[in-house]
């Protein structure tokens, strides 16, 4: 049984900033990429930004500049820095990884998601 679970939302001011942290527990062998994702009522959910097994990072355009994506391997745990965070950038936000747990092939996991809202 594999869990992720997520920590660090709320409600913070325009300009302010908050980290989210998701850490993997259970039967792992190994983790690949991770990530993490958004979604407000009525749009589809969508990739906010993602880190490989080595550090490579991605990001959506309109949080390039503002957000930091890192990991912590020994604790199989993924950060999400949110830094100048804006009204639109309210939405749950969910982890996902990619990982081995047992058998030859990954799988990929979601976390419940956490809340994060920006208003003054």
């Known amino acids: 049984q594999v869990q992720l679970v997520e920590s660090g939302g709320g409600l913070v001011q325009p300009g302010g900033s908050l980290r989210l942290s998701c850490a993997a527990s259970g039967s792992i062998f190994s983790i690949n990429a991770m990530g993490w994702y958004r979604q407000v009522p009525g749009k589809p959910r969508e990739l906010v930004a993602a880190?490989?097994?080595?550090?490579?990072?991605n990001y959506t355009d309109s949080v390039k500049g503002r957000f930091s994506i890192s990991r912590d391997n020994a604790k199989n745990t993924v950060y999400l820095q949110m830094n100048s965070l804006k009204p639109e950038d309210t939405a749950v936000y969910y982890c996902n990884a990619e990982l081995y747990s047992g058998g030859w092939d990954p799988y990929e996991y979601w976390g419940q998601g956490t809340q994060v809202t920006v208003s003054s």
């Open positions: 880190i490989s097994s080595g550090g490579i990072t």
